[in-house]
């Protein structure tokens, strides 16, 4: 070593190369923490080559991680960047991360409704991928709404209103957005570890001291069964708590999408409407769950229908559409939105799509309105894309729901009505309609203390 050189790196500091690292992890074998703490080191300072790291994910997303692994490849992950210290906010602060549907626009209700009662939400979200949508693309459909920031402010933010809803800073989990962003294009998405890692890496380097995990099941999830998110549910559960959090796990079905609307400015109005005393029914159930879980995790409340009760009482009376105005306004965006969502973009035609039959709509491939969605502009198909936040789809019939041949199905919001031309057959497809009144499951499936 050089005069010069300052610490050594963590990859001279343990026995075993790269390559021998990541073949054996493709042979099967374990790594240590240490290795794996030099591995994400070695990744961030550039000593670790981008394909190299994707041959890493590529051999855990064969042979798997064990619980111990997971916990170390989390923590290396969590400290490649600042962990942001929300010491100076009192009481238990707490944040909700689902792991990505269609139509899923329950951060932005839930945030301020669970910082109404009383509990502070500092909360870090994602934009789209593959098929399912946002909370930041979602976000920026308010004019002026910035979600990028600084840690800094991040702080002053939820010591001034106990609310902030913003990107990832460049400075939170610096690996886990370039591991990501390999992953994304490398077909190594959807395993249990890796996942396990990305979410609770920035969840726990954003101040929090308990987390409640929104695993989506269904075809309109990465988790297709329920004995796939029931594993990534415990991974969560497991790894968070070694942390030293306390996390949760609700598994909710995304078999079909929720709410009505799919698209940015169309789903910041719905949650919008759930702030307002409305919006769609399975919309506020999930809602209404996940922010049961949050407020008894903060001790605000002890059971689940005390914290419902609660809940309901900050949108009654107000308070919590009155926190989403000021998160807005703090955020750079126009308040007024959250009260008149018509004010947020909308596109110039609404196309309707008749039912092509009476019966009852039995399902909506969720997955298939996800993708039309993007392919509309709401998401994107390459990442330097920007989203349209205008277009969607609004779902107006839903399964459950009784239909009559050329009622109105779905309606298609684009710039221009060929546009819509080129996907009503997809959106037609993506829905079943039978003669059978369908049984309609719970929307949660469980949930996953332990
Ligand atoms: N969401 C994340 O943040 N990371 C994943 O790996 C999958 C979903």
Not at 22 to 28: L, P
Not at 359 to 372: M, N, P, Q
Not at 376 to 387: C, I, P
Request: glycine share 10%; aromatic share 2%; hydrophobic share 40%.
């Amino acid at each position: 070593m050089s005069k010069k050189s300052k610490t050594p790196s963590k990859l001279s500091r343990v026995a075993r190369s790269v390559p021998e690292m990541i073949a054996a992890k493709r042979d099967g074998g374990a790594l240590e923490p240490a290795e794996l703490e030099a591995l994400i080191e070695g990744f961030v300072s550039g000593e670790v080559a981008d394909y190299q790291m994707t041959a890493f994910a590529m051999a855990v997303f064969f042979r798997g991680m064990s619980p111990e692994e997971t916990a170390a490849l989390t923590l290396a992950m969590r400290d490649s960047g600042d962990v942001v210290d929300l010491s100076s906010v009192p009481g238990v602060k707490v944040d909700k991360h689902s792991t990505g549907g269609v139509g899923d626009k329950v951060s932005i209700c839930l945030a301020p409704m669970v910082t109404a009662c009383g509990v502070p939400v500092p909360m870090i979200s994602g934009r789209g991928l593959g098929h399912t949508g946002g909370t930041l693309d979602k976000l920026e459909a308010i004019p002026g709404f910035k979600v990028e920031t600084t840690t800094k402010r991040f702080v002053r933010q939820i010591e001034k209103i106990g609310c902030a809803l913003i990107g990832q800073t460049a400075d939170l989990a610096p690996a886990d957005r370039r591991l990501y962003a390999l992953r994304d294009v490398s077909a190594t998405i959807e395993s249990i570890p890796l996942i396990t890692a990305s979410i609770l890496s920035k969840k726990l380097a954003e101040g929090i001291d308990a987390l409640v995990l929104d695993v989506k099941v269904g075809d309109g999830a990465f988790m297709k069964t329920e004995k796939q998110a029931r594993e990534l549910a415990e991974s969560l559960v497991r790894v968070g708590r070694h942390a030293g959090k306390k996390v949760s796990a609700l598994l909710t079905r995304m078999d079909a999408p929720l709410g009505h609307a799919v698209g940015n400015a169309v789903e910041s109005a719905e949650a919008f409407a759930v702030l307002a005393g409305g919006g769609p029914e399975d919309l506020r159930e999930c809602t209404f769950a996940l922010g049961a879980e949050m407020l008894r995790l903060a001790g605000v409340a002890k059971t689940e229908a005390a914290a419902r009760k609660r809940l309901a009482k900050c949108i009654a009376d107000g308070s919590a559409a009155k926190k989403m105005q000021e998160v807005v306004k703090a955020q750079g965006g126009d308040p007024r939105v959250v009260l008149e969502p018509d004010r947020l973009p909308s596109a110039p035609h609404a196309v309707i799509i008749p039912s092509p039959s009476s019966g009852y709509v039995k399902s909506i491939d969720a997955r298939e309105i996800g993708l039309t969605a993007v392919h509309l502009g709401a998401g994107r198909t390459r990442a330097d894309q920007e989203v349209d936040p205008a277009v969607g789809i609004l779902l107006d019939k839903k399964p459950g729901d009784e239909v009559s041949q050329g009622e109105r199905l779905a309606r298609i919001l684009v710039r221009n009505r060929a546009a819509a031309r080129a996907v009503t057959g997809r959106i037609l497809e993506a829905y079943t309609i039978t003669q059978r009144r369908p049984k309609v499951q719970p929307l949660v499936i469980d949930t996953i203390r332990r």
